[in-house]
């Protein structure tokens, strides 16, 4: 079976970084994604990565290790409204996203 | 801006009444579809529409019937639900479907409530 694996609930301080990790078991892949959900709000889209490596986007980066079959979202400098789910999405071979069932952020002052 | 519209954000429904989901994009995207999300599981993907065509029907019960008029507008019509069915319920659209890098543009969401 398909599976992707991400921690249910992380806590960390504001001004901190934090790392959500994201393991995947798919039929194939063909890019992760990850994306941020506030509560009560649609999911936004924050990365996709395809090829091996760190992607940098101000105060966010995800990397992508294929060979291991794992991601992280690296979250830099938080802040109060980094609080929210991320969920983690694959692609697999059929081209069909495979979805994680979200890390919740909990940001403390 | 999400450009992606869902209506109501919240219904509270009996078992044996009727009501439908209604979803507008306004981004001139090809493909539209329905999630559902419940407390702490992955999204299942419920339904995909591609150039008004549904592609998809991931087993989903009868009681929940699709509909695309057009390439905007997307329904999701409601009968004789269950409990278990209480949920959020996402409308999601892409530019294109089935293509990698392809990222969905999603609706807040109709949090339904099936007593």
């Known amino acids: 079976g398909q599976n992707i694996d991400q921690p249910t609930e992380m806590t960390a301080t504001e001004g901190a970084i934090v790392q959500i990790n994201c393991t995947y078991q798919t039929s194939g892949f063909n890019g992760l994604f990850w994306y941020q959900q506030h509560a009560g709000e649609a999911p936004t889209f924050l990365s996709y990565n395809v090829l091996d490596g760190l992607e940098e986007k101000g105060r966010f980066s995800s990397f992508l290790s294929r060979s291991k079959g794992y991601s992280y979202l690296l979250l830099k400098e938080l802040q109060m409204k980094d609080s929210a789910s991320y969920l983690c999405?694959?692609?697999?071979?059929?081209?069909?996203?495979?979805w994680g069932a979200g890390t919740k952020l909990i940001i403390k002052p | 801006e999400t450009g992606v519209t869902q209506t109501p954000r919240h219904l509270v429904m009996g078992m044996t009444n009727k009501k439908s989901l209604k979803c507008e994009q306004h981004l001139g995207h090809n493909a539209m579809y329905w999630y559902k999300q419940s407390a702490k599981k992955p999204l299942e993907l419920m339904f995909v529409y591609n150039f008004k065509e549904q592609t998809e029907n991931n087993s989903v019960p009868s009681r929940f019937s699709p509909e695309c008029p057009n390439s905007s507008h997307l329904f999701l019509h409601l009968h004789t639900l269950q409990p278990e069915d209480s949920a959020l319920y996402l409308c999601?659209?892409?530019?294109?479907?089935?293509?990698?890098?392809?990222?969905?543009?999603f609706g807040s969401g109709t949090q339904l409530s099936v007593l």
């Open positions: 999601a659209s892409s530019q294109d479907y089935e293509l990698s890098g392809e990222k969905l543009f």
């Open positions: 999405a694959v692609t697999d071979s059929n081209y069909q996203l495979i």
